[in-house]
């Protein structure tokens, strides 16, 4: 079992929880919708929560987690782009929303076909996964709010 490789994709996940939680909660900050604004909200503290958990297991693999969000634009990309949503209205920062959590998706479900994953380390990142695709269903019901 390789440990460095471990928090390296941890560390991934860590900062793409950063930048998630950057963006729900500044979509929350924009949003004029009630309803939204407060599941922004809850999913802003949700992706804090999935930071720790990741923060523990990659101190239990002997890493030192990253900071921060990312910097440079490709390595969350989406997130990025609610910024540019929040002069557009509300259907727009939805949308991106929408969008962010489809990316995160599926880079949950990339981390989980990393074989080197130790058995803990994919049962969080497994739980993790559920969480944002719940959101994802959840948004999409949210669908016609306006």
């Known amino acids: 079992m390789d440990n460095e490789k471990i928090v390296s994709a941890l560390n991934d996940l860590l900062t793409k929880n950063y930048d998630a939680e950057k963006g729900y909660k500044e979509a929350a900050e924009k949003i004029q919708h009630t309803s939204l604004k407060s599941y922004f909200e809850k999913q802003s503290k949700n992706r804090y929560d999935f930071g720790h958990e990741l923060k523990s297991l990659i ?33 727009n920062i939805y ?5 962010g959590e489809e990316t995160f998706s599926a880079e949950y479900g990339e981390v989980l076909n990393n074989e080197i994953l130790p058995q803990d380390v994919k049962e969080v990142v497994r739980k993790q996964k559920h969480s944002v695709d719940e959101a994802l269903a959840t948004l999409r019901t949210m669908e016609g709010f306006s």
């Open 59 to 91: 101190a239990k693999y002997g890493g030192e987690p990253d900071k921060g969000t990312s910097v440079a634009g490709d390595i969350h990309r989406t997130w990025i782009a609610i910024r540019d949503a929040f002069s557009s209205g509300d259907q």
């Open 95 to 99: 949308e991106e929303c929408i969008r």
